[in-house]
């Protein structure tokens, strides 16, 4: 007998995707179904949904008491592109089916309409089993979207086991909401849905092994470090994968040279490329990029600290591509307007752009104050990009120090504009070894970057659960 896996969140990559959980959620049950796992995912059918690219179908209706009476959504049907891995969508016109994923860019949970969302969607998945006839082994929740689900199922029911990719994303349910859902909780003006997720979940997870100690302490813990901390014993973490079928710099149709570890030299092509497209001066030194959220998690107001000074004496070039606060934004904005050979970049979400920064800088930037595990620094390396990471994190669990044996990238400790300044400092010094550079660059390419072994440890994990 199949083991069966129920997954729910509220990304799914390519169907709908803001960030790193979509990627992990579209990615890691293809490496589970490879394992032999009946894996299947419930998310939400969104305004945004892009019916003729990945068109879905009405498999059952169902009725979901909200505000005392019964709301009737549809139960839509399709699997993630290139796979067999069913995904069950709810769509709901009032509740779900309103707009994009998320309310807000940074994808931080802002609106009570948002948080609704996710409330319904969750009180949806626990009707669906009997629906879809599929009776799950273990119920795996993703972020504080998915964690009221633990709230909803009535026992005796499968095992839950809750992924933390984020702790920083909380969703404070009002009570006016948490009465329409028809939760009662004693006493609580404003309720903490992720918190009330990791009270209850039967296991925790995280995204790296790093991230799960630090998040059992302020300030990672985000106000949750007590639970967590109380909790260690159910805790654990397991780094992400990339896929990489679709980052391949070998086959990505996406750049303007593929390339691999044994043909480097064509890399260069895709660096004079991207320097074409963004109008900047075709001149000999290093390109560095960033592909990011742009939120006060990703350390963008050190990084146009710490670069506009290399812009102005060393001629370093800077590419850039994200979404999120305002001000982060400008910040950007502001140098590719002052320097306009030197700094280009877009406001927005592009994944052929993306691609195209991947491959043609020579550096990627990731100074995070936290970073539970990170996609663009694997992404990078499998580009034979060197990241320049802090040592936060998965980025510290996946991004070793060229200083040492087998280094990959560049890893600072401090968050300031100083120790990432030291570290671009010391990047520079690399790019001037040709030799050293080369091979760092192709030891980055040989980390072991798949699904494979992270699924391994998911499949033992599902397994101690239904001991
Ligand atoms: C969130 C985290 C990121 C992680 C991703 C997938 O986006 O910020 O660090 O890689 O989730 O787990």
Redo the contacts with the bound molecule.
Sequence with gaps: MKIKILFVASEVTPLAKV???G??VGALPKALSKLGVDVRIITGYYGTHDEKTYPTSVIGKIFVPWNSEPLPAKIRKTVIPKSRVPVYLIDQPQVVSTGGIYDSPTAIAGSEAEVERFLFISKAAVLLPEIIKFKPDVWHLHDWHAAPVTLFLKPPHAPTLLTI??LANQGWASSATIARAGLSVSGAKNFNLFRAGLEKADYLST?SPT?AKEIQSAPGGEGLEDILRRRRQELTGIV?GIDTQVFNPATDRCIARRYDARHLERKFLNTTALRRLGGLDDIPGPVFGIVS?FTN?KGVDILSQAIEPFIKSKRLQFVFLGQGEKSLEDLCLGLAKLYPKFCFGKIGFDAVLAQKIYAGSDFFLMP?RF?????GQLIAMRYGTIPIVRAT??LKDTVVDIAQLGGTGLVFNDFSAAALSNAIDRALALYGNRAKLKTVRRRAMRHDFSWEASAKEYLKLYKHLMK
């Excluded at 970073?371 to 996609?375: A, F, I, K, N, S």
Aim: net charge negative; proline share 5%; with cysteine.
């Design positions: 960030g790193g959980l990627d992990v990719h984020n995204v991230y992400n959220r998690q995070s970073e539970p595990c990170g996609l994190g998965g």
